[in-house]
């Protein structure tokens, strides 16, 4: 996926102008197209970010600090205080300065003529198009204030959701990162130490020894040349990944994974289904939420599924159905959209599901941290007890080595 900056006319003559991804620029011409825009420019600014690591804001600005500027921001306008005069006050406090000057910008935008949404989209770096298009739906209804503190909870909600599954991965990761310095260590350092001690035996060493030693000799001397082949197998697999068939066989083999499959299809499921009903709820249009939600998905099945779903709506057919053919939400979630379809409160069925598989999210990562730290505590005593064992026992038997 590629950022293009476009610059088209409307129906009426009125110049437009914004930014929006696409698989190409052909894509994007069809896309403004269907809005009825007559193009008169296309420029690519950059390559969007991969799927599988994107977040939802970039430029310097974490996540924290756009929570903070939209509750801050709400308060002041329904306070009463123009936009222009909120986004001065803003802009002045805030400490990170890539982010004063985008709200800066911002406000030179809006004195310029340009409403909030129009002068935030053009900094797509920092303000997701989520976020783009909720204010624009809070500025149509009227609601900017509302709007603005409901994206910052669902925001916070997100970052929630997201620190619960890297705090799920630390521990585990921190434990192999140790296994693997201490067993390099070992190898390195340590046994060619006792290499040296058991070649004045002049003896046959036990084979579990001598096949350690040798493993040892091995790893030193194609120590470098093990790192270069690691490093360029990475190097290609991201690569790969960074495809559009490599990002959905890796995407979806990741949901098949045992244990973790479980968890990551749990987190997908609760984001599609608290960022599409924050996105209805706000009064943005169906068909824009589906396609919001499939481009913040963060899993390319899930995106495929979405898009699926999209197209199917524009055939008339409700949400339900093709979720259903999708095969990759669960069928309670399936039955939960359908119910609130027919009941007219979607965005609250959905919020209902987004809640419930957060507290699975949580019984799911308290389990995952419960199962993975006796397997690596397990398995890193048996790691390094066997080496300890293999270096030990030419000194056991010392004696009948000494001997011979």
């Known amino acids: 996926m590629a950022l293009f900056k476009y610059v088209a006319k409307s129906m009426d003559g009125k110049s437009v102008s914004g930014f929006l991804e696409a698989r190409d620029k052909g894509a994007l011409i069809g896309k403004l197209r269907e809005k009825d825009l007559i ?10 970010a991969s799927r599988g690591g994107r ?73 997701s198009s989520l976020f783009i298009n909720m204010v624009k739906a809070g500025e149509s209804s009227g609601m900017l204030d509302e709007i603005l503190d409901r994206v910052a909870t669902y925001l916070e909600k997100t ?14 990761s921190v434990i192999s990162a140790m296994a693997v310095a201490i067993t390099s ?36 001397h194609y120590f470098f040349f093990g790192v270069a082949a690691i490093s360029a197998a990475v190097f ?28 990551l299809t749990k987190v997908a499921v609760s984001k599609f289904t608290r960022t599409l009903s924050t996105l209805v709820k706000s009064g943005v249009p169906i068909l824009n939420s589906l396609e919001i939600v499939g481009k913040t998905s963060g899993n390319k099945l899930i995106e495929k599924a979405v898009q699926d779903v999209h197209s199917r709506i524009k055939e008339g057919e409700n949400i339900a159905e093709p979720l259903a053919k999708s095969g990759v939400f669960p069928p309670m979630v399936v039955r939960m959209v359908g119910v609130g379809e027919q009941t007219g409160e979607l965005e609250k069925m959905l919020s209902k599901i987004a809640d419930f598989y957060d507290t699975q999210v949580d019984i799911a990562v308290s389990g995952l941290t419960s199962l993975i730290e006796p397997i690596i505590i397990a398995f890193l ?24």
């Open 236 to 263: 290609l697999f991201m690569r790969y990944i960074n495809t559009e068939s490599g990002r959905l066989r890796f995407d979806s083999f990741m949901l098949k994974v045992p244990i973790f499959g479980v968890l």
């Open 381 to 404: 005593g048996i790691v390094i007890g066997s080496i300890v064992i293999c270096m030990f026992l030419p000194i056991f038997k010392i004696s009948t080595i000494i001997t011979m």
């Open 159 to 172: 970052n929630n959701l997201q620190k619960k599954v890297r705090s799920a991965m630390i521990y585990p």
């Open 39 to 48: 193009i008169v420019s296309v420029t690519e600014t950059r390559e969007a």
């Open 55 to 127: 977040s939802f804001f970039g430029g310097g600005v974490k996540l924290d600090d756009i929570v903070i500027f939209s509750r801050q921001l709400a308060t002041m306008v329904d306070a009463g205080i123009p936009l222009v005069g909120a986004l001065d006050i803003l802009g002045d406090q805030l400490e990170k300065k890539s982010f004063s000057r985008v709200i800066l910008q911002a406000r030179d935008a809006i004195e310029s003529g340009s409403s909030l949404s129009e002068a935030l989209a053009k900094h797509p770096k920092v303000f």
């Open 185 to 220: 260590l070992l190898l390195l350092k340590v046994i060619p130490v006792f290499k040296e001690i058991f070649e004045g035996f002049g003896a046959a060493l036990p084979r579990p020894t001598q096949v350690l030693i040798d493993l040892s000799d091995f790893f030193r």
